[in-house]
């Protein structure tokens, strides 16, 4: 069961990589992060490994052009070509661990990146509402 989900993930991935190749070479791609953090079970796959990550950040490097999203709106306003192979960096949500995790690795490798925080949660030990409720039906009380 495990090999045919990391099949289908590793396909998934290849399908995208194929997509997302044609439409940088003509526009900018969004990247939306959630979390870069080694948890123990991420049902809902929006984590990503801190090694994984930096990886996936040398190699964007690399291979495209990284822009921050004020840069893309402002070709935008301005009605200019982008560069080609454009790629935006987005965190959604603002789990702690784009600050103690992704932040670092994105300012050692000198990478633009736009956090977008939901300032509800901010002071409060409340968790969000999806994790709390994947806890209640996904995880075993022992």
């Keep these: 069961m495990m090999k045919k ?9 290849f399908k995208i990589k194929r997509w997302a190749e044609n439409k940088v070479a003509y526009s900018a791609v969004i990247l939306i992060y959630h979390r870069v953090i080694n948890i123990e079970t991420d049902r809902q796959l929006l984590a990503v490994k801190k090694e994984n990550f930096i990886r996936q950040i040398k190699w964007l490097k690399q291979n495209y052009n990284i822009i921050s999203l ?8 301005k009605s200019k070509s982008l560069p080609q192979r454009s790629i ?3 965190f959604d949500d603002g789990y702690f661990d784009n600050f103690s995790e992704a932040m670092p690795i994105l300012e ?3 990478v633009f990146a736009t956090f977008f925080i939901s300032t509800n949660n901010i002071n409060s030990t409340c968790e969000f509402w999806w994790d709390s409720l994947e806890k209640v039906f996904l995880y075993k009380k022992n």
């Design 88 to 90: 935006v960096i987005t």
């Design 108 to 110: 050692a490798m000198n």
């Design 70 to 77: 004020q840069e893309l709106a402002a070709f935008i306003s």
């Design 5 to 13: 989900i990391l099949s289908d993930v590793k396909e998934s991935f």
